[in-house]
C-alpha cells in the first residue's frame, strides 16, 4: 500500500475544529477516557474510496477500532461506517462514497465491553473528482436493422470496460445495452433493430474498481430504409396450366432480387415460391381456371425487404371451354346424326362419346365441326351420347347433357 500521508497537522487540525477534539459520538455509546486514543489518522483520498493509516494500539485493553463519518462539515452527526476487530490492524478503506465530496472523519479505540475511548482529532478530507466522460463518441447510420456505434478509447488506464446506452425516441427513459470489455475498445453494434427507425446512443466509462464515468454526448443514427414496394404487377388469366406476373424493374439503387409470394385464398398463409432476379416469373399450375393471390417484394443487397402491395394481385390459369349443347339428335333408321353448338366459341374439335346399352362404350376423337353422323347403329338399341369440346390449347370442356336416342325397328 502506498504511503499515506496527513492531510493537516494535528496543531491545524486543533484549530479547524476550534478546539474540539471530542466529536458527538452515536448515542448509547459508553465513552472510557482511560482507553488510548488515536492521535494520527492518516488518509488517502481517491474517487469513491477514502484510506485510511494509523498507528496500531497494541493495549492488550484495546479490542479493536470503529470509524466514524459525516458528509460535508456536520462534525456533530457521525455515524459509524466502520469497525475493525483487530488491534494490531492498521488500514482501512471505507467504500462506496461519492465523487469530489467532503467528508469528516474520527476514529476511536473499544474495549471488550464496547467501551470506546474518546475519538480522535476529526480529519477532513475530499474524494477526487470522477472520471472525465468518454471524450468521443459517433452513430453510424444507413446500416441494416442495426447501428454501429464508436467512440474513442478513453485516455484513463484505469478504465476496464464501456457501457453502452440507448433511448429510443419519445422516451425519457435509457436502457443499458451492453458492458463493452477493454480500455481500447471502440465500438458496438446494436443489431435486430427495425428498420427506418431513429435511436439515440451515450457511452460510459467504467474502471476497474468500479467507478462509472458521466454520459458522454448523446449521439443519434437511423437504421437504412427499407427498399420501396414492387409496382405496377400484372397477372394472366388466358394461360392453360400456368399464371404468368410481370412487373417494373425496381429503380432503387441496392436492388438486387424479387420475392414471391402465392397463395390460393386471399385470406391463407402466403408462401414463399421463389427469389428471382427477373421482372417476369411464370406460375405452373396444374389446374384449369384456378386462380392464385401473389405478392411480390423488393430485396436489397442487405437482405432488406420492401413492404408488400396494399392488396393481393390475383391471377388464374384458362378455363375449360363451356360444355357444349346438343340441338338435333335424329336417325334415319340406318344412322344418328348430331348437331351442337358451341357455348364458348373455343371449340376447334370436338370428341363425341357413344355408350350402347349392353354394347359397351365408343369414343370418337378429332371431330373438326359441330355435327356428327354415327353409321355403326343397331337398331331397337338405346344409345346415349355426350359430346365434349376441345380448343386450341388441348383443353376438353366438361360434358354436354345427354342425348338419347333409339333406332326402331323398320
Not at 310 to 321: F, I, N, R
Amino acid at each position: 500500500m502506498k504511503r499515506l500521508l496527513p492531510i493537516v497537522s494535528i496543531g491545524a487540525l486543533a484549530l479547524l475544529i476550534s478546539g474540539c477534539q471530542n466529536p458527538n459520538v452515536p448515542q448509547k455509546v459508553t465513552v472510557d477516557p482511560t482507553l488510548p486514543q488515536i492521535t494520527e489518522l492518516k488518509t488517502l483520498a481517491d474517487i469513491t474510496e477514502v484510506g485510511f493509516e494509523w498507528e496500531p494500539v497494541h493495549d492488550l485493553k484495546v479490542e479493536g477500532y470503529h470509524l466514524y463519518r459525516a458528509a460535508g462539515n456536520n462534525n456533530g452527526s457521525l455515524e459509524r461506517v466502520g469497525t475493525i476487530n483487530d488491534r494490531y490492524v492498521s488500514h482501512y478503506v471505507d467504500t462506496k462514497l461519492s465523487p469530489q465530496t467532503g467528508y469528516v472523519y474520527s476514529l476511536s479505540t473499544y474495549n471488550k465491553d464496547k467501551r470506546e475511548s474518546v475519538p480522535s482529532a476529526l480529519v477532513r478530507v475530499v474524494t477526487k473528482p470522477t472520471i472525465e466522460p468518454v471524450p468521443f463518441v459517433q452513430a453510424m447510420m444507413g446500416l441494416p436493422s442495426r447501428i454501429k456505434v464508436i467512440w474513442r478509447p478513453h485516455p484513463s488506464e484505469r478504465v476496464s470496460a464501456y457501457i453502452i446506452e440507448r433511448n429510443d425516441f419519445g422516451s425519457t427513459k435509457w436502457e443499458q445495452l451492453a458492458t463493452v470489455s477493454g480500455r481500447l475498445s471502440a465500438e458496438y453494434i446494436d443489431a435486430g433493430l427495425k428498420e427506418n427507425k431513429s435511436y439515440r446512443y451515450r457511452v460510459r466509462a467504467k474502471t476497474y474498481d468500479g467507478i462509472i464515468s458521466a454520459a458522454s454526448q448523446i449521439v443519434e443514427a437511423q437504421t437504412k430504409t427499407l427498399p420501396p414496394p414492387v409496382s405496377n404487377i400484372k397477372t394472366t388469366r388466358d394461360l392453360p396450366k400456368k399464371i404468368v406476373l410481370t412487373w417494373d424493374a425496381s429503380t432503387y439503387p441496392d436492388a438486387v432480387s424479387y420475392n414471391i409470394y402465392r397463395a390460393s385464398m386471399a385470406n391463407l398463409f402466403y408462401s414463399h415460391i421463389v427469389k428471382t432476379k427477373n421482372t417476369r416469373y411464370e406460375d405452373l399450375v396444374q389446374e384449369d381456371g384456378a386462380s392464385r393471390h401473389y405478392y411480390i417484394t423488393v430485396v436489397d443487397k442487405d437482405g432488406l425487404e420492401s413492404p408488400r402491395q396494399s392488396a393481393a394481385v390475383v391471377g388464374a390459369t384458362l378455363e375449360v371451354p363451356l360444355a357444349p349443347a346438343v340441338n338435333v339428335i335424329k336417325e334415319d333408321g340406318r344412322s344418328v346424326m348430331m348437331g351442337w353448338k358451341d357455348g364458348s366459341g373455343r371449340g376447334v374439335k370436338y370428341q363425341v362419346v357413344r355408350t350402347a346399352k349392353g354394347g359397351g362404350i365408343l369414343t370418337y376423337t378429332g371431330i373438326p365441326s359441330n355435327t356428327f353422323v354415327d353409321q355403326d347403329i343397331v337398331q331397337c338399341v338405346e344409345y346415349v351420347y355426350t359430346v365434349f369440346t376441345v380448343d386450341a390449347n388441348g383443353l376438353i370442356s366438361k360434358p354436354s347433357e345427354k342425348a338419347i336416342i333409339i333406332v326402331p325397328k323398320r
